[in-house]
């Protein structure tokens, strides 16, 4: 996207970005993140569009994971999982529509510790 007269290119995008959330009735895409991932978390209890992951493994020890449309584990779809062995990370992007994720967002931590960082939208309006 271009710039007009006085406009910076990051302005420009923003607006760009606001009046496509505004569109299709769902906001730009925007990180979560969990520093210190050890234990099942509720990431977001609302309706998101699940867009992509990061997840860095942290504890020196291979890391599995499950992430559920839902907000109780073993309850709703599985809508992403991994494996990492030590030391590694991971960065999957699903596009900028994302998976829809009626149930909310929850991650299930099978093994190790993890850095973990979703890209969701949300409803707006």
Request: charged residues 20%.
């Amino acid at each position: 996207r271009a710039g007009g007269a006085g406009h910076t290119g990051e302005h420009v995008n923003q607006y760009a970005d606001a009046i496509d959330a505004a569109q299709d009735g769902w906001s730009a895409p925007h990180p979560l993140s969990i520093a210190d991932l050890t234990a099942d978390t509720v990431i977001d209890g609302r309706e998101v569009r699940l867009c992509g992951w990061s997840v860095r493994e942290t504890a020196g020890a291979a890391a599995k994971w499950r992430l559920w449309d839902s907000t109780t584990v073993g309850q709703g779809q599985i809508v992403g999982n991994g494996y990492l062995a030590a030391n590694l990370s991971d960065t999957q992007w699903l596009g900028d529509k994302g998976v829809l994720c009626v149930g909310g967002l929850t991650v299930d931590v099978l093994a190790g510790a993890m850095e973990f960082v979703v890209w969701v939208r949300h409803a707006v309006g």
